[in-house]
């Protein structure tokens, strides 16, 4: 478990009570990544460009054309400078990757602990409240993270989980594997959703979603609202006894 979790509150918004209260039994509603990028006129859950890798202009391309028939290859190269504008490959492989997004308040950015006057001090992007007015906020995020492997092993499944990286995509992305970890990498336009994800591989391609259930989890997490949630934090949050212990 990395340290840095313990310093973490995750928090999921949702439009409907209802959905609040199935994450509060345990139970993770998960799309594909195809869902996001397929989502049209949806400025905070739609992104084209999701698990995408991009080339800016003064990139060094390398592209190999093979004949599927004959298994003939043509190899050739785009020295920097040649690209007119930037070029986004998309790893198909990836589409039926089962994500779960979560807000992440990170007290360690602050140079703080999770307690009364960090939470004071936390100021939650307007644009988080777009996705709806009803929240859960998980405070022992170690707990949680726990059972959501154990959960993904008891079904075989791939699992992946941390913080996205957001990258301007004008310099390009950052060395990343051709594998899940592409799924971490967003565009800084969406740095604002400071976004902790899960992300389930279930090694079954297709494009309906998927409910991970970790079991109840109201111990380790409180519902909220845009108007308690500070309170509801000061109240609950700091008495409960350190994340991580078990």
Excluded at 33 to 39: A, E, G, P, Q, V
Excluded at 146 to 172: C, K, M, S
């Amino acid at each position: 478990m990395n340290p840095k979790e313990t310093n973490l509150l995750l928090i999921k918004v949702t439009s409907k009570l209802d959905h609040a209260d199935q994450f509060l039994r345990g139970n993770l509603y998960c799309n594909r990544l195809r869902y996001f990028r397929n989502i049209e006129n949806d400025k905070q859950r739609g992104d084209r460009y999701e698990a995408s890798m991009v080339y800016p202009p003064d990139s060094l391309l390398t592209l190999r054309n093979t004949n599927l028939k004959t298994g003939e290859s043509t190899t050739w190269t785009i020295p920097p400078g040649d690209l007119a504008t930037n070029i986004w490959l998309r790893p198909n492989a990836h589409d039926h990757l089962s994500l779960f997004c979560m807000y992440a308040v990170d007290f360690s950015d602050l140079g703080e602990t999770p307690n009364n006057d960090a939470i004071k001090n936390v100021e939650l992007p307007e644009e988080l409240w777009e996705f709806g007015e009803y929240s859960v906020v998980v405070f022992d995020v170690p707990t949680f993270i726990q059972r959501a492997e154990r959960a993904a092993l008891a079904r075989n499944y791939r699992f992946h989980r941390g913080r996205v990286v957001y990258y301007d995509p004008v310099l390009g992305l950052p060395d990343v594997p051709l594998n899940e970890s592409l799924a971490f990498f967003k565009r800084n336009q969406f740095a604002h959703q400071k976004e902790y994800r899960f992300a389930f591989n279930t090694s079954i391609a297709g494009n309906s979603a998927i409910t991970v259930s970790i079991g109840n989890i109201s111990d380790i997490a409180i519902p909220a609202n845009k108007d308690n949630i500070r309170q509801r934090l000061l109240r609950e949050v700091t008495t409960k006894p350190t994340p991580g212990t078990y």
